[in-house]
């Protein structure tokens, strides 16, 4: 079995105060965390190296994060990774729109720290 310290998690949100309350919670639990601003951030960091998991919010100026996820399942290297959106929106449309593109999970904000954990173990099937 892998250790969890082995699994890397890209978390991108233009929120910087996001960013960091979300690496302190997977860091305590083990994971490696890389970070990106935006969309843009996200396909140079994805170019460099291919994470477990990636935890994204959905609204983001430039490419957002229904733009991110489309774009990561098309490629045939990154297609295979899990894909959480982290949002505000509680409309159940969009949360059946991100889940129809191949997200594996949707966390709304605010969040709470055993519920990103519950679902980031999940989408890596421990």
């Known amino acids: 079995m892998t250790k969890v310290a ?7 949100d233009d929120d910087a105060t996001v960013r960091q309350v979300l ?3 997977l860091v305590n639990a083990g994971y490696r965390v890389e ?13 460099a190296s291919r994470p477990d998991l990636i935890l994204c919010d959905i609204t983001m ?3 957002d994060g ?13 297609g295979r990774i899990p894909f959480i959106f982290l949002t505000a929106s509680t409309e159940l449309d ?21 519920r990103v954990l519950e679902a980031v173990e999940r989408a890596l099937g421990k």
Do not use: C, H, N, W
């Open 6 to 12: 082995e699994k890397r998690v890209l978390i991108v």
């Open 23 to 25: 690496a302190k919670i």
């Open 35 to 47: 970070e990106a601003a935006d969309g843009e951030q996200a396909a140079t960091a994805l170019e």
């Open 61 to 63: 100026p430039g490419e």
């Open 66 to 78: 229904m733009d991110l996820l489309r774009d990561v399942k098309r490629d045939r290297r990154l």
């Open 94 to 114: 969009s949360i059946m729109s991100g889940i129809r593109e191949g997200a594996a999970d949707y966390i709304t904000k605010p969040f709470r720290p055993d």
